[in-house]
Every structure is written in structure tokens, then in C-alpha cells.
């Protein structure tokens, strides 16, 4: 899987699986635009890539004409644009009843609409050069959990907005997939993950026995922008150590 000559956006590169992704495609000669919120983390990986194939961009992804900026100032950089993986994303927990207005708003504007944003603004360069789409959907898309709401429903929806753009793009040359991860060692995990009773719940869910790095994430995603992914478009694809493949039922030992 080879980058060679490819520039790659990567949103919510600051850290966790944007920052993975991002070094990732940069180790396989990609221009890389990393995009985040956090101008210090964002400086911190720049600073670990080469200098003439990076541009650190600071941008608020639920922001459309910040968005549709971000674009071009990629494409003045670097002369064109092959790969946008929206990967930027937030997680607050709630039911619907714990659920106010504010935090349903600002997860689907991050999570939803940044996607939309990203995608709208990057598919006339995409189409130029027979670009493609990956976008951080998550098992959370595919399935609900308990109390995670707006998180399950903003997830949903970018599994089914990957499907339509994959059906309305495909034969203009534009794929578009995404990756669905379970549980990933991240900074927007910490509190769960440090949580002896919620590691261990997952661990006993998780078939492979181990949470999922982001390392874990960075290669499927270079897999779907590569062309060994050729003729896969419109998959929302678990990298999940096995969890999905489970019908959730607990273990059943015989007497």
C-alpha cells in the first residue's frame, strides 16, 4: 500500500486514530494534512513528519466554510487531493431523557455534519483524480449501546451517509467506505478504559481478548484508501477483534 504522490486529509489528527493514521499514510509517502482542534497536540505530530509533506491545519470540522477552506488550502499545498478520512469525533454519554439539547447538537454537528461537511467540500477534487473517502463510523453505528444516545444515532447515520455517497459517487470514480471500531486505547477512551469494571466488561466481550489499538484502526483505514480496495466501496467494515461476529449471547458451559 503505497502513497506515493497521494495527499491524504485526516481529521481529528491531533491524537488516537487520526494521529496513527495520519503517521501511518506518512511512512507510506503520502502528503498529509492533519486537521484538529488542538493546535498543541496538532503541532506535537507535525512535528514527527517530514516537514516538506506535512500541512498542520487547525480547524473546527462542524464549521462548513472552516471546512471548505481546509480543502483548499490542501490543495494550494500540495496540488491536488486523493484521500479525506473524516475521523474527527466526540463521545458524551446519555439516554435520550439525560440528553440536552446542547450536547445532541454538538455531537451531531461534529460527528454528522462534519463528515458531510468534509465530503461535500473534497468531492470535486476526489472525482479529479479517482479519489476515495473513509470515514470513523464504529460499531456504535451498527448497533445500539446502552446510554449513548446521540453517540449511537450521529454513528448511525454516518454508516448509511457512507452507503449513499458510495451509491451516488461510485461511477464517478469516487469510492467511499468507512471503519466501524470497537473499543480503542484513545484519549476519548481514558476515563472508561481506566475504569477497572468497564475494561473488563469489554475484555470479556471482545473475542480476541485484547482492546484495539489505534495502530489497529490506521492500517484497515490505509487498506479501504489503497487500491488493493479497488472494488470495495460502500463497506462500513468492523475492526472489532471479533465482537461482531458474536450473537451477544453470554458463555454457555455444559455440566
Known amino acids: ?35 484538529d482542534m488542538d493546535e498543541e497536540r496538532l503541532e506535537e505530530v507535525r512535528a514527527d513528519l517530514p516537514a516538506d509533506r506535512t500541512l498542520a491545519l487547525p480547524v473546527d470540522v462542524s464549521d462548513a466554510d472552516a471546512v ?3 480543502v483548499e488550502k490542501a490543495v494550494e499545498r500540495f496540488g491536488h487531493l486523493d484521500v479525506l478520512f473524516n475521523n474527527a469525533g466526540i463521545l458524551k454519554k446519555g439516554s435520550i431523557a439525560e440528553t440536552d439539547r446542547e450536547d445532541w447538537r454538538s455531537i451531531m454537528s461534529v460527528n454528522l455534519d462534519g463528515v458531510f461537511y468534509g465530503s461535500k467540500a473534497a468531492l470535486p477534487h476526489l472525482k479529479e483524480r479517482g479519489g476515495c473517502i473513509v470515514n470513523t463510523a464504529s ?11 446521540a453517540y449511537n444515532a450521529a454513528k448511525g447515520a454516518v454508516v448509511n451517509l457512507t452507503r ?6 461510485a461511477r464517478e470514480g469516487v469510492r467511499v467506505n468507512a471503519v466501524c471500531p470497537t473499543f480503542i486505547s484513545t484519549p476519548m477512551t481514558t476515563e472508561m478504559e481506566e475504569d477497572d469494571e468497564t475494561r473488563e466488561a469489554f475484555l470479556d466481550r471482545i473475542p480476541m481478548g485484547r482492546l484495539g489499538e489505534p495502530e489497529d484502526i490506521a492500517r484497515a483505514v490505509l487498506f479501504l484508501a489503497s487500491q488493493d480496495a479497488g472494488f470495495i466501496t460502500g463497506v462500513n467494515l468492523p475492526v472489532d477483534g471479533g465482537v461482531s461476529a458474536s450473537n451477544g449471547q453470554p458463555a454457555y458451559e455444559a455440566a
Open 1 to 35: 500500500m503505497k502513497f506515493s504522490d497521494k495527499t491524504v486529509i485526516v481529521t481529528g489528527a491531533g491524537a488516537g486514530i487520526g494521529k496513527a493514521t495520519a503517521t501511518a499514510f506518512s511512512q507510506a509517502g503520502a502528503n498529509v494534512v492533519l486537521v
Open 68 to 70: 471548505g477552506d481546509m
Open 139 to 149: 460499531l456504535s453505528g451498527l448497533g445500539a449501546d446502552r446510554g449513548m444516545a
Open 164 to 169: 449513499a455517497m458510495a451509491v451516488d459517487h
